[in-house]
């Protein structure tokens, strides 16, 4: 079994910053692409950041020079760092990885997603 879980969501003020983590446990032989995806009410989930395991990173245009995704491989984590906030993203944030289990092939896991608001 791979869980996912997220945290660091909460309430901010416009122009504030929050940093988000995802830790990957369980049965882990490899962690390939980490990515941060949000969804807001309404709307269809989107892709924010993405990274390699070699640490490449891609940002969705809306976020870029104000987002920044890292991870530690040794800890089988990603962060996002947020930064100059604004309303519009406000959402749902999930975090995803592509797997590789010691008893299972590569398979796409998700967190529960962690809320975040931006609002004054």
């Known amino acids: 079994q791979v869980q996912l879980v997220e945290s660091g969501g909460g309430l901010v003020q416009p122009g504030g910053s929050l940093r988000l983590s995802c830790v990957a446990s369980?049965?882990?032989?490899?962690?390939?692409?980490m990515g941060w995806y949000r969804q807001a009410p309404g709307k269809q989930r989107e892709l924010v950041a993405v990274i390699t395991r070699s640490g490449t990173s891609n940002y969705v245009d809306s976020v870029k020079g104000r987002f920044t995704i890292s991870r530690d491989n040794a800890k089988n984590t990603v962060y996002l760092q947020m930064n100059s906030l604004k309303p519009e993203d406000t959402a749902v944030y999930y975090c995803?990885?592509?797997?590789?289990?010691?008893?299972?092939?590569?398979?796409?896991?998700w967190g529960q997603g962690t809320q975040v608001t931006v609002s004054s």
């Open positions: 995803n990885g592509e797997v590789l289990g010691w008893t299972v092939g590569w398979k796409d896991y």
């Open positions: 369980g049965s882990i032989s490899r962690i390939n692409d």
